[in-house]
C-alpha cells in the first residue's frame, strides 16, 4: 500500500510524514492555501532521504512550466490536479520521471485514462483539498494496468475502510491528518498510514512499491 502525505508546507512535517513511513510527500504549487514556494521546496527535499518519492501538485499549468518547477524545487515528481489534456499529460511525462493524473469521481475520462502517457491516476472528490469525502462507488471501473491512487476525505478513522472497499494500489491524504490547514498531527499521520498498511489485502513490500528507484539518485 502506496501512501503519500500531500499538502506539506515545512521541513519538519516532511520529516514526520517520513519517519512515519510515508511513501511519498506532496507539495502544492496550484493555489491552495497550503501553496508553497519552489525554494522552499527545495530547501526541504535536499533534506529527504532519496528513497522519498517527492510530488509536486499543480492545476492547468503549461507543461513546460510544470517542469521547469518540478526541476527547480527539486522534486522527482509532478501530479496534474486539473483539466489538463491528454497531450498536455505527454509533454510533461517527457519531462518528469513520476507523474500522476488526477480526476473527479466519477468522471468518465477515468475509463480512457489507460490511453494516457502514465500508468498512475488518483481519484478524489469534486472539491479537491476540502476535505470531504465521495461516494467511493464512484471510482468506477479502472482501466488495466493503471495503478489507482484514492484520496479525497480520508482520514485515520475512514482508511480502513476505504481501503478494504475500493482497495486502490494507494492513498493520498492531507487535510485528514492536519491540526489545522497546512499544519500535519503527528498521532494522525501515524495513525492514517499504520492503519492503510493494515487494511491492505497484501503485505506491504516497502519502497519497491514505487514505480522508480529513487535511491539511485
Known sequence: MFVKICGITSEDDALLAVAMGADAVGFMFAPSVRQIPAQQVYDITRRLPPEV???GVFRDEHPKRVIEIVHRSGV???????NESKTAVAEVAKGVKFLVK???A???QI???GSLATDTILIDGSTPGSGHLFDWSLVGEIPEGMRMILAGGLTPENIADAVQTVNPWGVDVSTGVEQSPGKKDPLKVKRFIERARAAAPVPYLGPEEIPYD???E
Open 102 to 104: 488526477a480526476y473527479v
Open 106 to 108: 466519477g468522471s468518465p
Open 53 to 55: 518519492l517527492t510530488v
Open 111 to 113: 475509463a480512457e485514462s
Open 76 to 82: 522527482k515528481g509532478a501530479q496534474l490536479h486539473g
Open 214 to 216: 529513487w535511491s539511485d
